[in-house]
């Protein structure tokens, strides 16, 4: 079956303007995560659903983040004002129950270039 | 909170060598712990994971075993390929409830060299 797609796959943009990144998790996944990979790190969490809430949002390193998911399917990542530092790979997993044992499945993620 | 520490890399190895890739892990409670690879130019995927102290995961003739006392979950392969070049990343999922994130290390990169 199709797994977790991610749009675009790059973006280049320049520095205050705002981005939108798409995920359409695996269909009936019911949990969906966000992480963002900055070059030669780890991945750092970014914002958890559950159906189409978002029980936590630590994760978002500012206000200028915010994400939403409709339908319990597709969500976005809205990046506001960017900055060079918001320069990453960011990454949508899903997983079809939100417990310690399921297993989240990425998406190949969207490369953003802040100029 | 909840951490984990890879071995740095990077780390190169001639084919059919052994491979020890090190994790160490900080958590409450009892996580659920994971290896995932990220091959050139693909995605972030799973390759094995173990839930429960003693357990033992396996795929592809990697394995790791979850060791409580030692906070560990190492990866091990007996004899390595050129296509195991990848990143390895080790990573945790610490809560029952309320979604659980994964908290990752920083990732080792293995290269095989024929």
């Known amino acids: 079956g199709a797994g977790v797609s991610q749009s675009p796959s790059n973006k280049v943009t320049e520095k205050g303007k705002d981005v939108e990144l798409r995920c359409d998790p695996i269909s009936g996944h019911t949990a969906l995560y966000w992480y963002r990979q900055r070059l030669g790190q780890g991945l750092e969490f970014l914002i958890y659903?559950?159906?189409?809430?978002?029980?936590?949002k630590s994760g978002l390193p500012s206000d200028r983040f915010s994400a939403e998911r409709t339908g319990e399917s597709v969500s976005t990542l809205t990046i506001q004002r960017t900055q060079q530092e918001d320069s990453a790979v960011y990454l949508c997993a899903s997983s079809l129950v939100s417990g310690r044992t399921d297993t989240q499945y990425f998406g190949p993620g969207t490369r953003l270039t802040v100029l | 909170g909840d951490s984990v520490t890879q071995m740095e890399g990077p780390v190169t190895l001639s084919e059919e060598a052994f491979l020890t890739i090190n994790c160490t892990y900080t958590?409450?409670?009892?996580?659920?712990l994971f290896w995932y690879v990220q091959y050139p130019g693909e995605g972030l995927q799973l390759l094995l994971k173990a839930t429960k102290a003693d357990d033992k995961g396996s795929n592809k003739g990697f394995e790791a075993t979850y060791r409580k006392e030692t906070t560990s979950f190492h990866l091990e392969k007996g004899s390595v390929q050129v296509s195991d070049s990848a990143v390895y990343f080790c990573?945790?999922?610490?809560?029952?409830?309320?979604?659980?994130?994964?908290?990752f290390g920083e990732g080792t990169q293995l290269t095989v060299n024929p």
């Open positions: 958590a409450t409670g009892y996580p659920s």
């Open positions: 659903f559950q159906g189409n809430s978002a029980p936590d």
């Open positions: 990573a945790l999922s610490g809560r029952e409830t309320s979604g659980s994130r994964l908290t």
